[in-house]
């Protein structure tokens, strides 16, 4: 699978933004998707995943409430929508396509991985 993340950038503290990430290769609907993040100095964690069909998120204790993931498998997109942005989210975003159709938060569940998008939050 091949995938590549849009929608980075910077904003102020209390902003939102909406990352994409476009999927090729496979039968999108096939697998499930997560968002994953990296700081730096700081170890990649997990922000969110959605299952093939969309029919359950979750979210890491530091989104919730705030992020939001979906996907539209028509169009083989993911989406996260981040509000209410914070500078500890400043982070190298990535999206993350799973070995299974119903996402972990483990990162060894994940075969294929975007380039990634910088999200900068200014406080």
């Known amino acids: 699978v091949q995938l590549q993340a849009s929608g980075g950038g910077l904003v102020q503290a209390g902003g939102s933004l909406r990352l994409s990430c476009v999927a090729s290769g496979r039968t999108f609907s096939n697998y499930a998707m997560a968002w994953f993040r990296q700081a730096p100095g700081k170890e990649r964690e997990f922000v969110a995943g959605?299952?093939?069909?969309?029919?359950?998120?979750g979210n890491a204790d530091s989104a919730k409430g705030r992020f939001t993931i979906s996907r539209d498998n028509a169009k083989n997109t993911v989406y996260l929508q981040m509000n209410s942005l914070k500078p500890e989210d400043t982070a190298v975003y990535y999206c993350a396509a799973s070995r299974s159709p119903l996402y972990s938060a483990s990162q060894a569940g994940f075969g294929s991985w975007g380039p990634g998008t910088q999200v900068t939050v200014s406080s």
């Open positions: 959605i299952d093939w069909n969309g029919g359950r998120t």
